[in-house]
């Protein structure tokens, strides 16, 4: 039997992390948020914060787990490794995509023992946190798995449905740059800031989505999200696309504006 302490940090990979050994002193964490088992919905969230992929938000990551538990879901907060500006400090892709389809990988493992089902895992992510909740949805085949990873590493890593707040999406025109830097570091190749605009990579495999965004975002233009709505669209893939009038960048949890609700709701539709 699994012996996962609520809200406790449990290692996410067995021995020293992947792709990124550069960085030995970042350890990636998983930490689990029990709902109440009155209100057990069957479904998990591995929750990704945002942060420009040099912090993590707590507000986008615990605050959400403790939110989202409340409403039924199994909450999963992952602590993965952040960059650097400096391209010999840090972590840089493909480390943060690594980390991010294990976790999916290891929640999706859980499943039979924590009782939701391994068909209804979401990610969800703000800012920098939706790119790599965008990113595993995806390009999951592009993160690292290790051979101690054992039958854990046979387990799709690609999620049942994804939820992007404000999300960073493309590295190009409209990109945050600051993520972009962290991500891949200052002398990148083009090819993946190519691959990494995520509207580039959608695909038919590429899982049901919700999208929400603000008009008057000047950190991370809207653009990101219609653009990757734009080529969900294209390639038949179920989304929602919330762009509201007002406010700039973040919000998390606030008040004024419906998007949870919302959200909420569209995954009852789909699951």
Same mark, same amino acid.
């Given at each position: 039997?699994?012996?996962?302490? #609520?809200?406790? $940090? ?5 021995? /020293? ?13 998983? /930490?689990?948020?029990? &709902? ?20 993590? #938000? ?12 409340? !409403?039924? *879901? ?13 391209? #010999?400090?840090?972590?840089?892709? &493909?480390? !943060? ?15 039979? $023992?924590?009782?939701?089902?391994? %068909? =209804? ?32 590493? =046979? ?14 999406? /493309? +590295?190009?025109?409209? /990109? ?11 002398? *990148?190749?083009?090819? %993946?800031?190519?691959?990494?605009? +995520? ?30 709505? $734009?080529? +969900? ?18 919000? *998390?949890?606030? &008040?004024?504006? &419906?998007?949870?609700?919302?959200? +909420?709701?569209?995954? #009852?539709?789909?699951?």
């Amino acid at each position: 039997m699994l012996n996962l302490k #609520d809200r406790t $940090e449990i290692p996410l990979w067995c021995g /020293t992390p992947p792709a990124g050994e550069s960085d030995p002193e970042q350890i990636p964490v998983i /930490t689990p948020y029990a &709902p109440l088992v009155w209100k057990k919905n069957h479904r998990a969230l591995v929750i990704f914060p945002g942060g420009a992929y040099c912090f993590l #938000d707590k507000n986008e990551g615990h605050g959400f787990a403790e939110f989202f538990s409340q !409403q039924g *879901y199994y909450c999963f907060v992952v602590n993965y490794r952040l960059g650097s500006k400096n391209s #010999d400090g840090g972590c840089h892709h &493909p480390a !943060q995509l690594s980390d991010g389809a294990r976790a999916v990988r290891l929640v999706r493992s859980w499943a039979s $023992e924590l009782d939701y089902r391994a %068909d =209804r895992i979401g990610v969800i992510g703000c800012s920098a946190g939706g790119h790599l909740a965008a990113s595993v949805s995806v390009l999951p085949e592009l993160g690292s798995i290790l051979p101690e990873e054992g039958e854990v590493a =046979r387990i799709s890593s690609r999620p049942n449905f994804a939820i992007l707040c404000y999300p960073v999406l /493309t +590295l190009g025109e409209y /990109t945050h740059n600051p993520s972009k830097i962290h991500l891949l570091g200052v002398h *990148y190749d083009p090819a %993946d800031a190519e691959k990494l605009s +995520l509207e580039n990579s959608v695909n038919e495999k590429t899982p049901p989505t919700f999208l929400y965004h603000r008009l008057g975002d000047h950190h991370v233009p809207c653009e990101n999200s219609i653009l990757y709505a $734009e080529a +969900l669209r294209r390639h038949g893939v179920p989304f929602e696309l919330h762009i509201y009038e007002k406010g700039d960048h973040g919000g *998390y949890l606030g &008040p004024g504006h &419906p998007w949870v609700a919302e959200a +909420l709701r569209w995954v #009852d539709t789909l699951l």
